[in-house]
């Protein structure tokens, strides 16, 4: 199923200069970006878009993490784009990520891991319109398309 899933590439990826190798693993896999920002997110943002984990342990770590530096943050859509972007992120902890995954590759710790996927088309919805208004997501044909989607 066509689906559209929000990835957040955290301060540490921003600040080691991985947007770019983090968006080309994207486009490579044949996602289409629909939408893309550089974000300051604030205290109030990150606690709203971390409202799951309130209360645990990491939870003001999280937050003070998030809002150490600009982000990245970004649609992309596809077919199963939600398992698809989880898969090529890897594990949360990057010590138990696959080699070749996105947290595999540029992380050792847990909690500076690079980037953020939704968990669901649920939460996808839910955090894209945290971080997007609807006229900042684009939707476009592609030529290559029939070439990626079968
Ligand atoms: N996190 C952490 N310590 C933990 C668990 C999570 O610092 O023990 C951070 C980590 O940055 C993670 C985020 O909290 O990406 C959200 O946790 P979640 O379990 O939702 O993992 P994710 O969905 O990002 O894989
Ligand atoms: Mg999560």
Same mark, same amino acid.
């Given at each position: 199923m066509r689906e559209r899933t929000f990835v957040l590439i955290k301060p540490d990826g921003v600040q080691r200069g991985l947007v770019g190798e983090i968006v080309r693993r994207f486009e490579n896999r044949g996602l289409q970006l629909v939408a893309l920002k550089m974000v300051r997110i604030s205290k109030a943002l990150a606690e709203e878009y971390y *409202?799951?984990? %309130?209360? %645990? *342990?990491?939870f003001e770590g999280l937050v003070e993490y998030v809002t150490s530096g600009p982000t990245v943050a970004m649609l992309w859509e596809g077919d199963n784009a939600v398992a698809v972007v989880r898969k090529t992120m890897g594990a949360t902890d990057p010590v138990k990520a696959e080699p070749g995954t996105i947290r595999a590759d540029f992380g050792l710790s847990i909690g500076r891991n690079v980037i953020h996927g939704s968990d669901s088309l649920e939460s996808a919805k839910r955090e894209a319109a945290l971080f997007f208004r609807p006229d900042e997501i684009h939707a476009y044909e592609r030529s290559q398309d029939a070439w990626i989607h079968g």
């Open positions: *409202a799951e984990h %309130k209360g %645990k *342990a990491f």
